[in-house]
């Protein structure tokens, strides 16, 4: 079966700092990759996905076959970046059923 | 953007009674929604998927006489704790997805539940 692993429940950085949350997932197949983003508060919502390429608020993230990793990363943390985040992945034949990582807690300091 | 809202937010209940909540996605339909239940600083544990017309299909480890899944129309699915004990306090939330949106799934806000 399918496993998303984070291995980081906490990340404190300060404000302007690079960020890295780090994610490795186990399956044979080729997955489609996810990063969800939970603020203080507010309900889960999607950051980025790996097939549609895109930087949203910053982060990015690659999807990285040979290591089995989809790191997300952003340059320089905002104070807005606080939350936690979600790695979770989808395999082919699954019916869109997310697997999800156990979260990391990213706490940008002033 | 696609919109799922979930009602009640919480709920309390004394232990043994019955508790439904229901999960709508207000401007789309959806042919697929998620039930997921996530404890206290841990991750999201799917229990259930619910597709529109037919019955749910529950992941392993979850009772389905237990948590009662029914997806009557493509904006509506309804979970029902029944005779909910302590152990069954959480917070659950669904997820729709949008065949439009390349089946992305946007979440509900969630439900406490509080057994006691």
Same mark, same amino acid.
């Given at each position: 079966?399918?496993?998303?692993?984070?291995?980081?429940?906490?990340?404190?950085?300060?404000?302007?700092?690079?960020?890295?949350?780090?994610?490795?997932?186990?399956?044979?197949?080729?997955?489609?990759?996810?990063?969800? +983003? /939970?603020?203080?508060?507010?309900?889960?919502?999607?950051?980025?996905?790996?097939?549609?390429?895109?930087?949203?608020?910053?982060?990015?993230?690659?999807?990285?076959?040979?290591?089995?990793?989809? $790191?997300?990363?952003?340059?320089?943390?905002?104070? =807005?970046?606080?939350?936690?985040?979600?790695?979770?992945?989808?395999?082919?034949?699954?019916?869109?059923?997310?697997?999800?990582?156990?979260?990391?807690?990213?706490?940008?300091?002033? | 953007?696609?919109?799922?809202?979930? $009602?009640?937010?919480?709920?309390?209940?004394?232990?043994?009674?019955?508790?439904?909540?229901?999960?709508?996605?207000?401007?789309? /339909?959806?042919?697929?929604?998620?039930?997921?239940? /996530?404890?206290?600083? /841990?991750?999201?544990?799917?229990?259930?998927?619910?597709? =529109?017309?037919?019955?749910?299909?529950?992941?392993?480890?979850?009772?389905?006489?237990?948590?009662?899944?029914? $997806?009557?129309?493509?904006?509506?699915?309804?979970?029902? +704790?029944?005779?909910? $004990?302590? =152990?069954?306090?959480?917070?659950?939330?669904?997820?729709?997805?949008?065949?439009?949106?390349?089946?992305?799934?946007?979440?509900?806000?969630?439900?406490?539940?509080?057994?006691?």
């Amino acid at each position: 079966a399918q496993r998303v692993t984070q291995p980081e429940k906490l990340l404190s950085v300060f404000k302007g700092a690079p960020v890295e949350l780090k994610c490795n997932y186990s399956y044979s197949g080729s997955p489609e990759l996810f990063w969800y +983003v /939970q603020y203080s508060r507010q309900r889960l919502q999607l950051l980025l996905r790996h097939i549609s390429r895109e930087s949203i608020k910053g982060f990015t993230a690659d999807l990285n076959k040979g290591e089995t990793s989809f $790191h997300l990363k952003k340059p320089f943390a905002q104070e =807005e970046d606080s939350a936690m985040y979600y790695c979770a992945l989808t395999v082919t034949g699954g019916g869109n059923k997310l697997t999800f990582g156990t979260g990391t807690q990213l706490k940008v300091e002033l | 953007g696609a919109v799922v809202s979930q $009602h009640p937010s919480w709920v309390i209940c004394k232990s043994g009674t019955s508790v439904k909540i229901e999960c709508r996605s207000l401007d789309f /339909q959806a042919t697929t929604m998620f039930w997921y239940r /996530q404890f206290p600083k /841990q991750s999201l544990m799917l229990m259930a998927t619910s597709n =529109e017309g037919s019955k749910a299909t529950y992941e392993q480890g979850v009772e389905k006489d237990k948590f009662l899944i029914n $997806h009557a129309s493509l904006t509506l699915s309804t979970l029902t +704790v029944t005779s909910a $004990h302590p =152990e069954d306090s959480s917070f659950y939330i669904c997820s729709a997805a949008d065949r439009v949106s390349y089946n992305e799934q946007f979440f509900g806000p969630g439900t406490r539940l509080t057994v006691l």
